[in-house]
């Protein structure tokens, strides 16, 4: 009961709050969006009402049911699935969005253009650039750290981050990837502890390998 009456005070509340902003234009067309499609509303429509939603969870009914009244049409531009779209039209409130608009992807002000204004593009094609895998950046300390790796012999069981580059010619100094933290448990389960070495860097120690690496000295293995 705590929580239900928390997010009721909240919903009423939303009403009022300053993040929750509507800004009246042409009245003939009323748009209802949030976070990055709000640049893509004002790229395309600039001239619309549009009601941009600073806070999406609860609603603030009463300021949508008010902006809905005061245009003529009605529409919510949200990336992936309708979650506002479907609120909205459960307050029996005629709103369209994805009759129009993609369930997958992202939004752009091309798109809008396209899907709601009915225009067509004239795009220039870019030019077509050879293929390439993808590697880490120029200077990155860690490429020294696989090139030792190679020169003495030596394998990691990696983590998941920018370094897991590493697994790719010509590098080659990553042999396993599968999650955050599975480094010093994998090689805790490959081998015997001497023949593998470890690689384990960023945010992914703190997060994930503690335990492992008490695991790991419980076993009576040095680290």
């Known amino acids: 009961m705590v929580v239900q009456e928390r997010m009721e005070t909240i919903a009423s509340d939303a009403n009022t709050f300053d993040i929750n902003r509507i800004s009246m234009e042409d009245t003939s067309i009323g748009i209802i969006t949030s976070g990055l499609a709000y640049q893509y509303v004002k790229e395309t429509y600039p001239k619309a009402s549009v009601l ?5 969870h609860p609603l603030p009914r009463i ?12 529409y919510v531009i949200e990336e ?20 129009l608009l ?28 050879p293929g390439r895998p993808p590697v880490m950046c120029p200077g990155c300390p860690h490429r020294g750290i696989y090139h030792a790796m190679n020169f003495l012999g030596l394998h990691a069981t990696g ?9 790719l010619a010509p ?18 389960g490959i081998e015997r502890p001497g023949q593998r070495f470890y690689k384990k ?3 992914n120690y703190w997060g994930f390998n503690i335990c492992a690496l008490r695991n790991y000295r419980s076993c009576g293995y040095g680290v």
């Open 80 to 99: 992936l699935e309708p979650i506002i779209e479907d609120t909205i039209k459960s307050w029996g409130i005629q709103v369209m969005g994805k009759e």
């Open 159 to 167: 983590d998941i981050g920018c370094y897991t580059l590493g697994a």
């Open 171 to 188: 590098l080659n100094g990553i042999d396993t990837c599968v999650d955050m933290g599975a480094s010093v448990s994998m090689l805790l």
């Open 201 to 203: 860097l960023d945010c």
């Open 52 to 56: 941009k939603l600073g806070m999406v």
């Open 102 to 129: 993609t369930l997958q992807g992202e939004y752009s002000a091309n798109l809008l253009r396209e899907q709601l204004l009915g225009e067509t593009l004239q795009l220039d094609i870019p030019k077509q650039l």
């Open 63 to 74: 300021r949508i049911e008010s902006f809905a009244s005061s245009v003529d049409r009605l």
